[in-house]
């Protein structure tokens, strides 16, 4: 059966060549397939939803006025905003140190720079002091600029070199603990001072860093998990080899070096579309700059932090080196000799080993906090009578479940089961599958033609996402171009509403500005008697022209336009 198509094509598009390796169900398309169901992406893609920025013509791109580019929506009411429009009009780039002696024009620490703050979500009032504040309508939210990006990269960077130093130095000194010192007499000083404690400590940091990289390992592992589930997705699989392992090295990089998650995850955190996070894209006093809320602090610190339990093993450690060079620095006075070297070295490993515990355990309050507050948070809802239920209220519960899933390794409580939404039939890529009934192991006995008219099957919502289409129930379609049937799959339909309407309840593509095309799968149809003449006699001169095309070869790259073909 050759494909009836509309427009311009290339021969690949038409299924000129070999049709062996289908990766789609509907159209031929070399990769990428998923692994589990064998399907290819469904292309050309449907456009569910399109959000089309619009400023008026007055304001100017550089302009010092404040604009809202994007904000995010409350679930269920997409009148109402995450956030007031007062936290805009009333939100400060800078702040003074209220009270102190560097408030003055002209000192160094003054109009500190704004990272953070808190905001009451009735009024839009701002509170720069975070964690004074702890009512129930009072939220916390990161200020993301320019200035903060900068600041926390090199803050990151830094860490990580002197990460990266520590280790080798104390690396070096395992070597000098164990290697024969030959006619070095720093090294056989060392060993002479530590004696039979060479080995044992050796064996001990070596062992300390073979459980970070494992716990690191693990942890990128159940980040990829999560990261590559069909409900979350932002990580692509259908890549080659060398860019999986690359990919997965970093994340193993990232987890053992402790970097933090708002930078690594820099994409996720600043794309708008998100479930029940507040969010806004916004310009004020020449700069552009995002607001990313959380129900509390504790929650932006856990999950910048997601390597808790690998940070217990790299204190360990730390405090074995420094235990280890305290001791080789008493020893060495006990025997009435000074060491500079371990004297200053001690003193260098003391704060910052002080620093570190202080940081873990304030780490660990902040994780028995949010701890409770998902509890709370999934106890409202399981409490609350179903017809109270709003959509927000399970939108937070199904989202506090999943974060207890992924910072706690726990399960939410059983009741949680029956509010997530069905599994997907293809567990890797989360995609349905054809209904049982309705799979087309054969070509129908009338296939739909260009111009044909059509209308929506009463079990539509059963196929794919064409109840994300441009038609409404009863609304009546012309099919523009088809796809090519593919036994056991079926085929696809280019469609566009007869009437010029499309159904606005499930596209927002502002009154079809965009386009109002969607491909449907067959089944998702109904084929009607009318055609529509003008379309229909393209269509043939397409057929005629493809037949004297359909003897050229695979490999040909050259894109044709039929006759009489307009661009769709």
């Known amino acids: 059966n050759i494909p009836e198509h509309f427009g311009r094509f290339s021969l690949g598009e038409l299924g000129v060549h070999s049709l062996g390796y289908l990766n789609s169900p509907h159209e031929p398309r070399t990769g990428p397939e998923c692994k589990l169901c064998k399907r290819g992406w469904r292309w050309p893609r449907n456009i569910s939803y399109t959000n089309l920025s619009t400023p008026p013509a007055r304001i100017k791109p ?60 009735n009024t839009g009032d701002i509170f720069y002091d975070v964690g004074t504040e702890r009512s129930s309508h009072v939220q916390y939210a990161r200020l993301v600029t320019l200035n903060s990006w900068y600041n926390q990269l090199f803050t990151s960077t830094v860490l990580t070199v002197l990460m990266v130093m520590d280790l080798y130095a104390n690396l070096d000194m395992c070597m000098d603990l164990v290697v024969p010192a030959g006619s070095d007499i720093l090294m056989k000083d060392l060993q002479e001072t530590a004696g039979v404690l060479s080995w044992p400590f050796v064996i001990g940091w070596g062992t300390m860093v073979l459980i970070q990289v494992v716990l690191s390992l693990k942890i990128a592992l159940q980040d990829w998990k999560h990261k590559t589930h069909p409900r979350v997705g932002d990580i692509i699989t259908h890549i080659g080899l060398f860019d999986r392992t690359y990919t997965f090295v970093a994340m193993v990089f990232f987890a053992f070096f402790d970097i933090d998650a708002s930078l690594t995850d820099m994409p996720i955190r600043l794309h708008p579309w998100k479930a029940v996070q ?13 607001v990313v809320g959380y129900e509390s602090s504790e929650m932006f610190r856990v999950e910048n932090h997601e390597a808790f339990r690998k940070m217990v093993f790299q204190l360990l450690m730390n405090t074995l080196v420094f235990a280890m060079k305290c001791f080789l620095t008493v020893r060495k006075l006990m025997r009435g000799e000074i060491s500079f070297y371990l004297i200053q070295s001690c003193t260098i490993s003391l704060p910052s080993v002080c620093f570190a515990w202080y940081r873990w355990v304030c780490l660990w309050r902040d994780r028995q906090t949010l701890h409770q507050n998902l509890l709370k948070t999934i106890g409202k809802l399981e409490s609350a009578p179903v ?30 089961a029956a509010l997530k939404a069905a599994s997907p039939n293809c567990l890797r890529c989360g995609r349905d599958s054809v209904p049982e009934g309705h799979v087309f192991p054969t070509p129908p006995g009338v296939l739909p033609k260009v111009g044909q008219q059509v209308q929506l099957s009463t079990d539509f919502k059963h196929f794919h996402d064409a109840k994300y289409g441009v038609l409404s129930l009863g609304q009546k379609g012309v099919i523009l171009r088809t796809g090519p049937f593919v036994n056991g799959m079926g085929m696809r339909c280019l469609v566009r509403p007869q009437d010029g309407k499309i159904d606005t309840s499930s596209r927002c593509d502002l009154d079809g500005k965009i386009d109002n095309l969607w491909w449907y799968d067959l089944g998702a149809l109904e084929l009607l008697d009318s055609v529509d003449s003008e379309l229909l006699s393209i269509s043939r001169q397409q057929t005629s022209a493809f037949e004297d095309l359909k003897d050229l070869r695979q490999d040909s790259p050259e894109t044709f336009s039929l006759p009489g073909a307009p661009d769709v």
């Open 387 to 416: 017809e109270e239920r709003t959509e927000d209220m399970r939108f937070r519960a199904e989202s506090a479940s999943r974060t207890m899933d992924r910072l706690f390794l726990t399960r939410a409580t059983s009741g949680m």
């Open 62 to 121: 550089a302009t010092q006025s404040t604009v809202i580019a994007q904000i995010a929506t409350t679930p269920g009411d997409s009148s109402k905003p995450t956030m007031d429009a007062g936290v805009f009009r009333k939100l400060e780039f800078t702040k003074p140190l209220a009270g102190s002696c560097c408030t003055s024009e002209g000192k160094v620490f003054t109009h500190r720079l704004v990272e953070d703050f808190e905001y009451d979500i």
């Open 278 to 290: 507040p969010y806004c894209a916004f310009k004020a006093d020449g700069h552009r700059a995002y």
